[in-house]
């Protein structure tokens, strides 16, 4: 709708950014840290492995000093579960233990709200070994690790994450690594894990429920809006189902304690319902998230699958994975939105469209925690960095984040990717979202000097303002 005047930001917003351990940390072997997925997954030819990253281990004072100039109020990071326990199930290593304090107490020191992610895709290697989430034993170890995150530092932190893109790992789950099968094979596992990452989900916030009583706790998966290529019922209908598996799928269970029903039906008819044990509904239900966060991009276009072709393609944007299934949906372009070089729709009406779906649907506070522009920055003789195509694309999104608000959506936080350059999954970094630069190429650490972006400054007057200038 149309709105003759606007809210604006509300006093006390979250105005953030974030960043995740594997990616932006490095010292993958210090000080007593394990193993994780993603230190020995096979890599993406061309990309540069996580030993080193953006080295914030080192860095993190510096960094921390430059996120309080820039005027965050909340830094969204995650803590890296081999850091805390090493094997993922044994001894806790209090040296990890003492650099995530540090951390959280200079990020205090600046008035810099900490909001924590549990587990953002790197799985302990030694639990995978064992048979990761498909192993229900690894839903006992996330407990235990998410008990000794709440003990060590629940006086420090107020605002909790379980698992980040949980919708990803599953619906990418070859290209991002979380599945070894093959074929029909490799989908039944990936809903067995999903239903074991969903419980171990609920029975966390329950234990922060108790456990911290001051804090709060929410779900952080990657939601858009599903469009439908036409206004042929077969495309509206490919739509919402696609909508039911991608999204409805994790919030319904987070937030209700069910399996959304179309996804239910789906998973039914596939052959992929997961095993479910005595005492899972119950576990399920009741976990009560105090919030949702989630992670947008761009949005998706489908339609109805079309007899005596594939309806399945094997690209989306810089990633090669899998868009389409037959029977149910194929993947669709949607000619009102452009691309960025990477292959990204930017749809920012398509973020107002998204927090008003989620909002409508849950009807509490709701966090962005992943919002931002890969692109090719370039640092100038004189080290500025101009990155206009950065600035628009969050200009754009902010707007359309106020209007949700006006909308009646209790938007309390807005983290946008990434606070720093970090290692792109895909594209190392050649592809950078952070606002300030890290002096590092794929093949050559050079001096990994901090450097501020334009949009850095454009940021911090943003968060100067409350959104009053964007």
Request: charged share 25%.
């Amino acid at each position: 709708m149309d709105h003759s005047t606007l809210k604006g930001f509300p006093e006390g917003f979250f105005w953030g950014a974030s960043t995740s351990a594997y990616q932006v940390e490095g010292a993958w072997d210090e000080d007593g840290k394990g193993l994780s997925v993603q230190d020995t997954k096979e890599l993406i030819p061309g990309t540069p492995d996580f030993k080193v990253s953006s080295d914030h281990y080192h860095h993190w004072k510096e960094d921390v000093a430059l996120f309080a100039e820039m005027g965050l109020k909340m830094y969204r990071f995650s803590i890296a579960w081999t850091r805390i326990i090493p094997d993922g199930d044994g001894e806790v290593n209090r040296a990890g233990i003492a650099f995530y304090r540090n951390l959280l107490e200079e990020l205090r020191k600046y008035h810099i709200e900490p909001l924590v992610t549990m587990y953002h895709f790197d799985l302990p290697d030694a639990l995978q070994k064992k048979g990761g989430w498909s192993n229900r034993s690894t839903i006992d170890a996330f407990v235990r690790f998410a008990n000794v995150l709440f003990e060590e530092f629940g006086d420090l932190v107020t605002y909790w994450l379980t698992i980040n893109e949980e919708n990803m790992m599953i619906l990418h789950g070859k290209a991002i690594g979380t599945t070894l099968q093959e074929g029909e094979e490799a989908w039944r596992d990936l809903y067995q894990q999903n239903h074991h990452m969903l419980l171990a989900q609920a029975r966390v916030m329950k234990l922060c429920h108790e456990k911290c009583p001051q804090a709060k706790i929410g779900p952080a998966p990657n939601i858009s809006e599903v469009y439908a290529e036409t206004c042929n019922p077969k495309d509206v209908l490919a739509s919402q189902t696609f909508s039911a598996i991608r999204n409805w799928l994790y919030l319904d269970v987070a937030v209700y304690g069910r399996y959304n029903a179309i996804a239910s039906g789906y998973l039914r008819e596939k052959g992929y319902y997961p095993q479910v044990e005595e005492g899972d509904w119950e576990t399920l239900k009741g976990a009560n998230p105090d919030f949702i966060a989630f992670n947008y991009y761009n949005t998706s276009t489908v339609a109805a699958c079309r007899e005596g072709e594939s309806n399945v393609s094997a690209r989306v944007g810089d990633q090669q994975v899998s868009v389409g299934e037959e029977g149910l949906y194929r993947g669709a372009s949607n000619p009102h939105l452009y691309r960025t070089e990477f292959g990204w729709e930017v749809d920012p009406i398509g973020f107002r469209n998204t927090l008003d779906m989620v909002a409508s649907r849950y009807g509490l506070p709701i966090i962005i925690t992943e919002n931002g522009l890969g692109a090719r920055d370039t640092v100038e003789e004189d080290g500025s960095i101009h990155d206009p195509y950065r600035i628009d694309y969050l200009r754009k999104h902010l707007e359309q984040a106020e209007l949700a608000i006006a909308d009646g959506v209790d938007l309390i936080g807005y983290c946008p990717w990434s606070a720093i350059d970090l290692i792109s999954t895909h594209q190392g970094f050649g592809k950078r979202y952070g606002f300030i630069y890290v002096n590092r190429e794929d093949d050559d650490l050079k001096d990994l000097k901090r450097l501020k972006k334009d949009s850095f400054y454009w940021y911090q007057n943003v968060i100067r303002t409350n959104g009053k200038e964007l």
